[in-house]
Each structure stands twice: as structure tokens, then as C-alpha cells.
T-cell receptor, first 116, second 112 residues
Framework: DAGVIQSPRHEVTEMGQEVTLRCKPI?????LFWYRQTMMRGLELLIY????????DSGMPEDRFSAKMPNASFSTLKIQPSEPRDSAVYFC??????????????FGPGTRLTVL | GEDVEQSLFLSVREGDSSVINCTYT??????LYWYKQEPGAGLQLLTY?????DMKQDQRLTVLLNKKDKHLSLRIADTQTGDSAIYFC????????????FGSGTRLLVRP
């Protein structure tokens, strides 16, 4: 398996533009997570899905952010309109339904977003 | 509340041992994890420890767990330049429903 795939790897856009980040989880994984990493705030969980259904979106910063998972092999994180403070590295991760309480997540390489 | 704390930076000389420390808050976490993030890459699981263990050793890595103090440490023996990375500890509280709570990460710099 190729692992978690994210695109684009780098995105530079201007304030006010719409940005869409994409993720393909590992085949067969039931859970998908979106994280944001910045120097100031570290690694933050934005939202996660179980079997394509959003379970917890309490980490989504505001209404400008939305995430969808239309099927088991694809998810998007959209920012509209984008602002300079959204500049960060966005990671997608997936995990299978582990037996017991073990919870290893597999991360993609991230998308580095710069909003000018 | 959920809060995992780590020191931000550690610098060691190649060949020395590195010790990265972490404190967590939720005693219900059954597993505790160490993830490694190399430059320009995503996080990758390095090792983990089950909460009923005090120590786990895996080649150059030793994980120590003090449940009473909610303290976790990662020791890397014979640290190499390839170990330079950011190391995150993480917990998964019982009521978190598959969420991992990550610390802020410790940046390890290995000097030749």
C-alpha cells in the first residue's frame, strides 16, 4: 500500500481564495483524521471521521473550515475564504479499527499551506 | 483536562544518550505512544507502551512509564545524526473515542 496520500504537497494562495486539500486514506481503514500543525499551536486535531461519518469536529476553527468524506477512499478539507493565519501544515491520518484500546494512526506527508 | 506537555528542544552530541520527557494528565490512557516526525514528513509511530508496564525496550529505544506521576520518557541510546527529528508523545484516553492527544513535540538536534 502507498500509505496515506495527500495533495497538493504545497499550496500558496492569496487571502480570500478558496483552498481545497485532499486525502486518500489507506485502503480498509475505518478512521480518518485531519490535523493542523503550526509553530505556535503545535499539532491540533481538526476533525475525524468513522466510516465516512464525521464524529468530532470540535477542533474546526470556524465556519470557514469544512470537511467531507464522500466515500471510504477520499476526503477533502476546504477553507473558504482563506486567511493568512490559516498558514500551516495540514496532515491527514487514517487508522483501522484496532482490537482493544490500541490506537496507531498513519500519517500522510502533509500539505504546506501558505496564505499571502 | 487533556494536556500533554513536553520540553521544546534538546541538543546532544552524536553517540551520547538522549532522554525526552513527557507528562500527561489522563490516567485512563491504556496506551502511550511516541511518534517521530522527520523534516518535511508526517508523523510515524516509533514505539508505544501499555499502561501496565513500567518499561519497554526496543533496540536503542527505552520507554519508561511512571503512572503515579503521569510521566513518560523516551531514551535513545547511542544517538545518531539520523535521529534528529521532532518527537511527540501521545495519549489516548478511554473516553476519547479514537482521538490521540499529542504533546507539543520535542525537537532533538544531534551534533556531530
Amino acid at each position: 500500500d502507498a500509505g496515506v496520500i495527500q495533495s497538493p504537497r504545497h499550496e500558496v494562495t492569496e487571502m480570500g481564495q478558496e483552498v481545497t486539500l485532499r486525502c486518500k486514506p489507506i485502503s480498509g481503514h475505518d478512521y480518518l483524521f485531519w490535523y493542523r500543525q503550526t509553530m505556535m499551536r503545535g499539532l491540533e486535531l481538526l476533525i475525524y471521521f468513522n466510516n465516512n461519518v464525521p464524529i468530532d469536529d470540535s477542533g474546526m476553527p470556524e465556519d470557514r473550515f469544512s470537511a467531507k468524506m464522500p466515500n471510504a477512499s477520499f476526503s477533502t478539507l476546504k477553507i473558504q475564504p482563506s486567511e493568512p493565519r490559516d498558514s500551516a501544515v495540514y496532515f491527514c491520518a487514517s487508522s483501522p479499527r484496532w482490537a482493544g484500546a490500541y490506537n496507531e494512526q498513519f500519517f500522510g506527508p502533509g500539505t504546506r499551506l501558505t496564505v499571502l | 483536562g487533556e494536556d500533554v506537555e513536553q520540553s521544546l528542544f534538546l541538543s546532544v552530541r552524536e553517540g551520547d544518550s538522549s532522554v525526552i520527557n513527557c507528562t500527561y494528565t489522563d490516567s485512563s490512557s491504556t496506551y502511550l505512544y511516541w511518534y517521530k516526525q522527520e523534516p518535511g514528513a508526517g508523523l510515524q509511530l516509533l514505539t508505544y507502551i501499555f499502561s501496565n508496564m513500567d518499561m519497554k525496550q526496543d533496540q536503542r529505544l527505552t520507554v519508561l512509564l511512571n503512572k503515579k506521576d503521569k510521566h513518560l520518557s523516551l531514551r535513545i541510546a547511542d544517538t545518531q545524526t539520523g535521529d534528529s527529528a521532532i518527537y511527540f508523545c501521545a495519549e489516548s484516553p478511554m473516553d476519547s473515542s479514537y482521538k490521540l492527544i499529542f504533546g507539543s513535540g520535542t525537537r532533538l538536534l544531534v551534533r556531530p
